[in-house]
C-alpha cells in the first residue's frame, strides 16, 4: 500500500462558469458574451447558459460528490453573479444567497470548500470598457469584489486562491486566439501577466488585512506548470528551454512565491521594448504579499526547440520567436484530446518546487485526461467503464507519492472535474469527470473511476 499523509485531499476541480450555467446572473463574463456573439465558435455550439445545471441542482451534485469519496472540492465564486454594481463593488443578494447555500452544503456533506476568485470570468463589460486586464484600474475592481468575497464568506471558507490558470487569459486572449477578444498583441500579454499578478498580491494583501489569515485561513493561487523538456542537450535547444521556462512557468511563480518577477525575463523583456509599466509601490506589494500555498494544474508536459527563426528577426514581438514547439517521436498521446501523457512531469514539478520554492506547500489542484464520446464505454448496466482514466491518475499518483517520499510538501490531489462540466470553446466535446452527465436530461452517474476514487480515498493510499 502506498499511504498518502494524513489529512490528505482526496478530490476534484470545478469553477462556476463551466458548472453553473447562466441562470439570475445580472453581468456577463468573457465566455457568455462571446457565445452571444458567435455561438459557431462553439462545439456543436453548445454555450455556457445551462453548463451542468449545479445552479439548480447543487445539492444533489455535491451528494454525488460525497459518494465520489471527496473529501474537498474547488470551485469558484464568479466575479460576474456576486457583484451586483461592477465599479461601486456591491453584492447581488440572491447570489449571496446561492454561494451560501453552496459553501454550507459542502460543509455538511464533509466536504472542505476551495474558492477560487477569478477562473476565466472577467465581466465582459470591464473589458469593452477598460480593457479587462490590461488596466489597473480592473485590478482595483477586482480586488473590491475579492474583499466582498473574503467578507461573506470567509468565516467558513479557509482556503482561497485568487486565479485559476493566469498565463491562459495571456495566451487564450492576447497570443494564440482561443479565448475572446482574441488578439495576438505581444506587448498587452507583458502588461496583462504583469496585471494578474498584481492584482494577486493586491487581494492577497487584502485578505490579510481583512485578518482572515489569523483563523486558520490560507490564500494561494493556482498555476497551470507545464514543465520544459529541450529537444536536445544543443546549446540552442537549451537556450530555448530556458525562456520557455521563464516565459511560462516563472512569470507567475517567482512573484507568487519570492515575491518579484525573474530578472532574466525582465531582461529580455526590456531589450526588446515590450516590458510592462509599472508603479513605483509595486515591488512592495509583490515582496509583502506572497502565497500561503500552491495549486498546480498539470495535464501535459511542455517541449521545445531552437526556433527555426531567429529571435531577433522582424515583425510583431511573441514569445515565440524564442522557442518552437516539439514533438517528440514515440510520445505517448491521449489522441481524443491531443495531449501528451506524461505522468513523470508532477514529480519534476514536485521536485523543482521543493528545491527552488521554498519547498512551499502545495498540492494538485487539476489532473486530468479529456475523452470524447465516452458512451462507446457504456457497460449493461449504463455505467461508464473508463479504466484508461483509472490509469491515468493511478500513474499520476505513484509519481506524486515518489515526490512526497521525496520530500515534497504536498497536501492533495484534485481531479478535473467531479462531474463532466461545460469546457470553454470545447463545450462538452471532452468528458473528465467521476460523474457523467447528460446534457440534454441533467441525469447524472458515477463512473466506474468514481467507484475506484472512492476505496482509494477510504483507504488514502494506492493498493
Not at 465599479?87 to 447570489?95: L, Q
Not at 507545464?226 to 512569470?251: G, I, V
Not at 521594448?273 to 513605483?280: D, G, R
Not at 494544474?297 to 527555426?308: C, I
Amino acid at each position: 500500500m502506498k499511504k498518502f499523509p494524513t489529512n490528505f485531499w482526496w478530490g476534484a476541480a470545478t469553477s462556476g462558469p463551466q458548472s453553473e450555467g447562466r441562470f439570475a446572473k445580472k453581468h456577463a463574463n468573457m465566455f457568455d458574451y462571446w457565445y452571444e456573439i458567435e455561438p459557431e465558435a462553439f462545439y456543436n455550439q453548445v454555450g455556457p447558459d445551462t453548463a451542468s445545471n449545479f445552479y439548480n441542482s447543487f445539492r444533489e451534485d455535491i451528494a454525488l460528490m460525497k459518494k465520489v469519496g471527496l473529501n474537498s472540492v474547488r470551485t469558484s465564486i464568479q466575479w460576474s453573479r456576486l457583484i451586483d454594481d461592477l465599479e461601486a463593488n456591491t453584492v447581488n443578494p440572491a447570489a449571496v444567497d446561492f454561494y451560501n447555500q453552496v459553501i454550507d452544503c459542502f460543509i455538511e456533506n464533509g466536504i472542505r470548500p476551495i474558492i477560487t476568485l477569478h477562473h476565466f470570468d472577467l465581466p465582459v463589460e470591464l473589458y469593452h470598457k477598460y480593457g479587462g486586464w490590461e488596466s489597473r484600474h480592473v485590478v482595483d475592481l477586482f480586488v473590491g469584489f475579492a474583499e466582498q468575497a473574503f467578507r461573506l464568506f470567509g468565516d467558513r471558507v479557509k482556503d482561497w486562491t485568487t486565479h485559476n490558470e493566469p498565463m491562459v487569459v495571456v495566451d487564450g486572449e492576447y497570443l494564440y486566439q482561443f479565448h475572446y477578444p482574441n488578439l495576438v498583441d505581444g506587448k498587452k500579454a507583458v502588461q496583462v501577466a504583469y496585471n494578474l499578478n498584481l492584482a494577486s498580491a493586491k487581494a492577497i494583501a487584502k485578505y490579510r488585512a481583512l485578518g482572515l489569515d489569523k483563523d486558520g485561513g490560507r490564500i494561494g493561487i493556482v498555476l497551470n506548470l507545464t514543465p520544459t523538456y529541450a529537444a536536445s542537450e544543443s546549446a540552442a535547444d537549451q537556450e530555448a528551454a530556458r525562456f520557455a521556462e521563464l516565459w511560462n512557468n516563472k512569470m507567475f511563480l517567482e512573484p507568487a512565491i519570492h515575491g518579484h518577477f525573474p530578472a532574466e525575463l525582465e531582461d529580455v523583456l526590456r531589450r526588446d521594448n515590450v516590458i510592462w509599466q509599472t508603479a513605483e509601490e509595486d515591488k512592495e506589494i509583490f515582496k509583502r504579499n506572497t502565497v500561503d500555498f500552491l495549486g498546480v494544474n498539470f495535464y501535459h508536459p511542455n517541449r521545445v526547440k531552437a526556433p527555426d527563426i531567429a529571435p531577433n528577426s522582424v515583425g510583431d514581438w511573441l514569445p515565440t520567436r524564442y522557442f518552437d514547439d516539439y514533438q517528440m517521436p514515440g510520445r505517448r498521446m491521449n489522441i481524443d484530446k491531443g495531449w501528451e501523457i506524461y505522468p513523470k512531469a508532477v514529480y519534476d514539478i514536485a521536485i523543482n518546487i521543493r528545491d527552488n520554492y521554498k519547498n512551499i506547500p502545495g498540492y494538485i489542484s487539476e489532473n486530468g485526461m479529456g475523452v470524447s464520446r465516452e458512451e462507446r464505454f457504456l457497460d449493461e448496466s449504463g455505467q461508464i467503464q473508463d479504466d484508461y482514466r483509472i490509469d491515468f491518475i493511478k500513474e499520476h499518483l505513484e509519481w506524486l507519492h515518489k515526490g512526497i517520499e521525496e520530500g515534497s510538501n504536498c497536501f492533495g490531489y484534485h481531479l478535473w472535474t467531479p462531474i463532466d462540466c461545460w469546457s470553454w470553446t470545447n463545450a462538452y466535446r471532452n468528458r473528465y469527470g467521476f460523474i457523467s452527465n447528460d446534457i440534454h436530461t441533467q441525469i447524472k452517474t458515477i463512473k466506474k473511476s468514481g467507484q475506484w476514487f472512492k476505496t482509494v480515498t477510504t483507504q488514502n493510499g494506492l493498493s
